[in-house]
């Protein structure tokens, strides 16, 4: 990776408001291709409203994003041949995974963004059948999206946008409402992609996870970066994680003395 | 209200719980063996609304009875409840049409068959007729409706109406709006459930209806807000305007075999009913 090569996302200077309300201020970036990387906030710190832009959901009101060289606006995104490549190349797992389960069966899930990006027959039934199998929900297959538990939903949700493949993966708070078996395997999985040329941008609070998903982690607050390093250098600096909401003071007692320190929840390993 | 406030929000919470099990009961009976789940969902859909059309086309009081039990047959065939109908359809219609075909019975002109007590109101033998012709025939074509949806998963019935022509977008609001109805449920019956745990002693009337008006209003508000979000991931995932289905239904044998027994069915009650 170079200076020179040309970024996935290329964001300069945007700013983003909810009806006057500001949520994105004055914020750069640039991610390049292959990278992942970790948004990591405390709630209302930006991060959704970040990965909407980067994946062309919404346009700030100040500012320009660029995605692999090229403007990311409403107006190429008109462009029917532009919406195409880019849908292809860029996916975006929501939060809630109700709202991106909205077809009838899990099948029909799985197979909604090939059949929009105009797959073959043959392909769709071949990768949604790959992608079942891969996220371990072939037996869902026929279910409702209202007969799925929480963690069967956001398995979906996630399968309904691996089976594009897509060359960068947008995954918004993606371990949240997982179980501890279901939050690892994902967290495999995208250590998996390490090294394959996928670019992964992946927003959360959870601080035992960024060093497994993560080459390089954003800090976020007030809708801008506030920080930015490598897992080791930010996880280091509990100053910064507390200035963040990211960890909290931690208030005991010592016999008669009580005082307080930053406290996080390491991995089992770390301790 | 003479509920308790307590049977106030529990009831209201059972009738979401009743939706879910509704739901679930349904998906049963679709998932079981049965002659009318053997066959190719658009075989289903085209016979049952055959059958259904020729009822509506039939004037003959007979030949409705005949396709009531044709209906009835098919229901049992497909290892379908008949009480579970009874309780679903017939007493439901029975109530509502029952109501509105009644005035037919004593002002429709004809011969008196009988005087009716008190009222002192004659009842005639077309009026009978007229209200018996209407009753019947939405007895029939409700049976029929409710057997095909009992036994067709609602997927199944969304694909065949695509692979029937029937415009992409509106197989897509249907298909959406029975998602959502679902979610909606589910977050009212949070909304009742976290109310039902912070209750204690009694709710007058108005607080009961403001509670209700509440809840409506902020499921409206979710609505709104969840119909935006469920837009950008739509967009997210190649969302154009156009809608795609993919349609992997194969006619067998047995399939022509169902289609054709249905034409002759409806085609015989057509012919004989004019």
Request: net charge positive.
């Amino acid at each position: 990776m170079t200076e020179t090569s040309t970024p996935a996302f290329e964001v300069n200077d945007i700013t983003f408001d909810y009806e006057g309300i500001p949520a994105i201020r004055g914020l750069s970036l640039r991610i390049e291709k292959g990278e992942r990387v970790a948004l990591l906030g405390a709630n209302g710190s930006g991060k959704s409203t970040l990965l909407r832009i980067l994946d062309g959901l919404c346009f700030p009101t100040t500012g320009s994003v660029s995605f692999a060289g090229n403007p990311l606006t409403p107006e190429s995104l008109r462009r029917n041949g532009y919406a195409l490549t880019f849908r292809r190349q860029a996916a975006l797992v929501f939060q809630n995974p109700d709202v991106q389960l909205f077809n009838p069966t899990v099948f029909d899930e799985i197979a909604y963004g090939p059949l929009q990006l105009r797959w073959s027959k043959e392909d769709i039934l071949r990768r949604v059948g790959e992608t079942l199998a891969l996220m371990g929900i072939s037996h869902l297959k026929e279910r409702p999206s209202y007969r799925l538990s929480g963690g069967e939903k956001k398995r979906v949700a996630l399968a309904s946008v691996l089976v594009l493949n897509p060359e960068v993966l947008l995954l918004d708070e993606p371990t949240v409402t997982l179980d501890p078996r279901s939050q690892s395997q994902l967290v495999d999985l995208i250590q998996q992609w390490k090294g394959t040329g996928k670019t992964v941008v992946t927003a959360t609070h959870q601080l035992d996870i960024v060093e497994d998903i993560a080459d390089r982690i954003l800090v976020m607050e007030a809708g801008t970066v506030i920080a930015a390093g490598t897992p080791s250098e930010i996880l280091a600096d509990h100053a910064l994680l507390l200035r963040a909401n990211l960890v909290h003071a931690h208030r005991h007692a010592h016999g008669n003395i009580v005082h307080s320190h930053p406290h996080r929840h390491p991995h089992s390993h770390d301790v | 209200m003479s509920m308790s406030e307590e049977s106030f929000i529990e009831s209201t919470l059972r009738g979401f719980a009743r939706a879910f099990s509704k739901a679930l009961i349904s998906e049963q009976a679709a998932s079981q063996p049965g002659l009318l789940q053997s066959f190719d969902p658009r075989v289903r859909l085209v016979g049952v609304m055959g059958l259904a059309i020729s009822t509506v086309l039939c004037r003959k009081l007979a030949v409705i009875a005949a396709l009531m039990v044709l209906a009835i047959l098919l229901a049992i065939a497909s290892r379908l409840s008949v009480w579970s109908l009874a309780r679903r359809v017939w007493f439901a219609v029975l109530g509502f049409t029952g109501l509105i075909a009644l005035p037919a019975v004593f002002i429709t002109p004809g011969s008196r068959i009988v005087l009716a007590p008190v009222l002192h109101l004659s009842i005639s033998a077309s009026g009978v007729r007229t209200a018996a012709l209407l009753v019947l025939r939405v007895e029939t074509t409700a049976t029929l409706t409710t057997v095909l949806v009992l036994c067709t998963p609602w997927a199944h019935i969304l694909r065949a109406l695509r692979s029937l022509r029937m415009p992409a977008e509106i197989v897509t609001m249907l298909a959406m709006t029975h998602r959502y109805v679902f979610l909606l449920i589910e977050t009212a019956n949070q909304m009742f459930e976290s109310r039902l745990s912070r209750t204690v002693g009694k709710l007058t009337g108005p607080e009961k209806r403001r509670m209700t008006a509440r809840t409506a209003g902020v499921l409206l508000s979710k609505s709104v807000e969840l119909s935006h979000e469920v837009y950008l991931a739509m967009l997210s995932r190649g969302f154009d305007g156009e809608v795609r289905v993919l349609n992997d239904f194969r006619l067998k044998a047995h399939d022509y075999l169902g289609l054709t027994g249905f034409a002759c069915a409806a085609g015989l009650a057509i012919w004989m009913g004019r």
